[in-house]
């Protein structure tokens, strides 16, 4: 195989894939490439790729996507759950859905979760262009948000896949008082049907590749990962209620200042996860009330989540919690929490790790087994089908920020590779497959 890796500036060049792994001659790294960075460029105002889900710039970036898909040649549809669809029909209805989503943290990255949409999107459309009609059918997906909305909940899309979207989850609020069933319907879903998307249907199995968002393929010297299970989630909202009071006047001894303790409990909770092997524990988001310069801040309010393969996850963290709350005598602040979300950790389909695996030997590219900490839409997919995730390395491990970045031909490499293990599942009689 022939890569020639080019720096960041200059596109990267055609590869070259020996005969025997595929009837497709070249894989065309640009149209990936230039589609990644139009795609990235579609964001809100602000450092990085903002496309925060049901937003302008979230809209903006699936009418490009539709747009792409039906140049690709994709029959393009939007489920009832929100998800956007691109199907290549092969000569049998089972279905192999691939793919990823397109929105964002806030002020994020290019590649999470794109790279999982728009390497899905050259793959089905190279096969599409080939000639050869394959076996099994493709369907490009796009999951609704995958990442945390401001309805309080993730992996809606994929969790709406799966037929676990609740009448309650549909009268969630955004700060601007939205449902997040009009929110659904805004994006093309059905709020009425709350049902699996079509449960009647057979499905191959779901793969996405991803950015590793993480180290280790660095640390492990390996091209490419082969995730054998994705973390399990816990998230509480959290509450310290003080009293505000005039920062000039109000001596020391009288304050009840809800940041001083909510900053305590803060990193009490990140005291006390560091020792724990396999647990990692965030305090993401913090809101300061009122947030003047000139009050003692009377409330705060923010999210505290957790995050272990451990099935023992909601217990651990919820004693995490209690016991960090500070002495409340000394602050004089009331505290509460409640936990809002959990998902419970994932193993990947053994049958396509081995799939991903020999793909990966066969691009000629080395990879590694490796557990991810990130929590993907294949967590709500696997309820539905088997599923597999391959891991492309980011540079540093960054991601979730706009420095966020992947080298060309690590994409390239990645794009090959995926390439071969979707043509050996929609393959007639694929060995691999039977496995
Ligand atoms: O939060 C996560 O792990 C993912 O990026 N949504
Ligand atoms: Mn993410
Ligand atoms: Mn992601």
Not at 202 to 228: C, K, M, N, Y
Not at 332 to 348: L, Q
Not at 396 to 402: L, V
Request: hydrophobic share 40%.
């Amino acid at each position: 195989m022939l890569l020639e890796s080019s720096i960041y500036e200059t596109r990267v060049s055609y590869i070259e894939i020996t005969e025997e792994c595929s009837p497709l001659r070249t894989l065309d790294h640009d149209r990936l490439w230039r589609r990644l960075m139009d795609l990235g460029a579609i964001s809100d105002a602000g450092e990085g790729t903002s496309r925060t889900s049901f937003g302008d710039a979230f809209q903006a970036g699936r009418e490009f996507l539709a747009e792409e898909f039906r140049d690709a040649g994709l029959r393009v549809f939007v489920d009832h759950a929100g998800n956007l669809h691109g199907r290549l029909d092969g000569r049998r209805a089972e279905t192999l859905l691939i793919g990823g989503h397109s929105d964002t943290v806030p002020n994020g990255g290019r590649f999470d979760g794109a790279l999982g949409v728009l390497s899905a999107l050259d793959i089905a459309q190279t096969i599409g262009e080939s000639g050869n009609q394959p076996e099994y059918s493709i369907e490009v997906i796009d999951f609704l948000a995958e990442e945390p909305s401001a309805f309080g909940l993730s992996c809606i899309g994929s969790r709406g896949f799966a037929g676990r979207l609740t009448p309650v989850d549909l009268e969630r609020r955004d700060p601007g008082g939205e449902r997040l069933g009009d929110a659904l319907r805004r994006v093309g879903g059905d709020p009425s049907q709350l049902g699996p998307v079509d449960p009647e249907r057979d499905f191959l199995g779901f793969l996405e590749l991803h950015i590793e968002q993480g180290p280790v393929l660095a640390e492990r010297s390996a091209s490419l990962g082969v995730v054998t299970d994705i973390a399990g989630i816990v998230r509480y909202r959290f509450r310290v209620e003080g009293a505000a009071a005039h920062a000039g006047t109000t001596p020391m001894a009288k304050r009840r200042d809800a940041l001083v303790a909510a900053g305590r409990f803060a990193s009490n909770i990140y005291e006390s996860v560091a020792g724990v092997q396999g647990l990692v524990g965030t305090v993401g988001q913090f809101a300061v009330f009122p947030n003047a310069a000139n009050v003692v801040p009377g409330r705060v309010e923010g999210v505290a989540e957790f995050r272990s393969a451990s099935r023992d996850l909601p217990n651990s963290a919820s004693a995490i919690m209690t016991a960090a709350l500070p002495e409340r005598d000394a602050l004089g602040c009331a505290f509460s929490f409640e936990e809002y979300m959990r998902t419970e950790p994932v193993g990947m389909s053994p049958r396509l790790q081995t799939v991903i695996r020999k793909s990966i030997e066969r691009s000629g590219a080395t990879s590694v087994a490796l557990f991810s900490g990130a929590g993907h839409d294949a967590v709500e997919v696997s309820r539905r089908a088997e599923v597999g995730m391959m891991f492309c390395p980011c540079r540093d491990g960054i991601s979730h920020s706009p420095a966020e970045w992947v080298e060309p031909g690590d994409v390239a490499r990645a794009l090959a590779a995926y390439r071969l293990a979707v043509l050996s599942l929609v393959s007639a009689d694929d060995v691999e497959r039977e496995e």
